[in-house]
């Protein structure tokens, strides 16, 4: 039998480890990506705890998460983004990123961390940890012709045009800003302005009235031929009607550039709606986003409804979860305690992941193997709980 360790990595020893597991497990090869650039860029990555199995002595296993802070339901709390789960081919199917996942998710919530978020190799493994399927971010296709009538609207306002180099700094207060009533939102601790920088590439946007940012896009545009360009937007994000109008306008002012638009949007926008005759492809885009409730204990504070429940919680992967917990709302905010009381129904750890984000209704539990609710729990957890589209916007 191999001798087996697993333990958190220091940060000095972690890109070493992580380059090979993670661009083999991950990416496309041969060739490998230039080991010195990505060792740069893995060694810049601050706020980032990582777990790696060895087999052993050598490192066969491998997972990180790196520190953000996440709106849910209008409260900001401490959480992580996973990413980098790989395991070398030899040592795969002995159940080795289970035991990785356990000790990371055991390494976060000793640093205080609530909630953890990853984007899945496969929704099942990842359910199986105790994580829930958010919406997912989709691709709007659509040619810029459709919005020519807006060119001749006057909005008040105007966009102007920066680089990623000269806006990033608007950029981030923007998103901290629009984390505060954006339910989902997550973002890093530690931004890399550097290495977004020289990984985006992209021209920042910004709609502005009266001096004030209204809307942001992030954009690229992509092809060979200079009037058949793809305006390729990754971000487009308002808080007000005109801020939206404008960013659309200036998209229209591509008319001559580019032959096709692709917006990735939120799960919350409605792009079919945007314009009339726009014929949109609205697709799926890579894998929708996961979330989990890494501390019971530290729910306490986002807004809720009404009245108040008591839950059995299993949590086989989080021990410090399990036990009988009572959620109630005082003034509007959630408070969490331990409790004696019969509770009124058991669920899983996925079960109330998915009564916090408010993703899934507490009817669909015995479907999804979460619990079986009586039908005056559902009730009290519908009023605790009322349902909310998270937006998590970081990828990674």
């Known amino acids: ?154 909005i008040e306002g105007q966009v102007e045009l920066y680089s990623i180099t000269e806006a990033y700094d608007t950029y981030r207060n923007y998103l901290e800003a629009m984390r505060m009533s954006t339910h989902g939102l997550g973002l890093f601790d530690y931004p890399d302005k550097e290495s977004a920088i020289r990984r985006n590439g992209v021209w920042v946007a ?65 792009p079919e709606t945007w314009w009339p005759d726009l014929r949109i492809n609205v697709e799926r885009w890579f894998f929708p986003p996961m979330g989990r409730v890494m501390d019971v204990a530290g729910l306490g504070g986002m807004e809720a409804g009404t009245g108040q429940v008591v839950l059995g919680i299993a949590d086989l992967l989080c021990p410090w979860n399990e036990g009988i917990w009572q959620l109630a709302v005082e003034d509007g905010v959630l408070t969490v305690s331990h409790s004696s009381l019969t509770p009124d129904a058991v669920v899983t750890i996925q079960g109330l992941t998915a009564l916090v984000y408010g993703t899934h209704d507490p009817a669909d539990f015995r479907f999804r193997g979460w619990g079986d609710p009586s039908p005056a729990a559902q009730v009290a957890m519908r009023n605790l709980f009322p349902p909310m589209i998270p937006h998590l916007h970081e990828v990674f």
């Open 206 to 270: 910004l709609a502005k009235a009266n001096g004030e940012v209204e809307g942001l896009m992030l954009y690229s545009l992509k092809g060979d031929m200079p009037t058949m360009f793809t305006f390729n937007a990754q971000r487009l994000y308002y808080r007000t009607s005109r801020g939206r109008y404008l960013l659309l306008s200036w998209i229209a002012r591509h008319i001559d550039q580019a032959e096709t638009v692709e917006i990735l949007v939120s799960p919350t926008e409605q």
């Open 1 to 154: 039998m191999p001798s087996i360790d697993v333990r958190v990595v220091p940060n000095e020893e972690r890109p070493d480890i992580q380059y090979w597991l993670v661009a083999y497990s991950l990416g496309a090869s041969p060739p490998m990506p230039d080991r010195e650039e990505r060792i740069d860029l893995l060694r810049q990555r601050q706020g980032v705890t990582c777990v790696s199995l060895f087999e052993d002595g050598k490192a066969v296993s491998t997972a990180a998460s790196t520190a953000m802070t996440q709106n849910v339901r209008g409260g900001l709390f401490a959480a992580g983004g996973v990413w980098g789960v790989a395991t070398h081919p030899g040592a795969r199917r002995k159940g080795y990123s289970k035991q990785v996942m356990r000790h990371l998710l055991a390494a976060a919530h000793d640093q205080g961390q609530v909630f953890s978020t990853l984007y899945p190799f496969r929704e099942s493994f990842y359910q199986r940890l105790g994580y829930v399927a958010f919406p997912m971010l989709r691709m709007a296709k659509f040619s810029p012709a459709g919005l020519l009538p807006l060119i001749s609207q006057e």
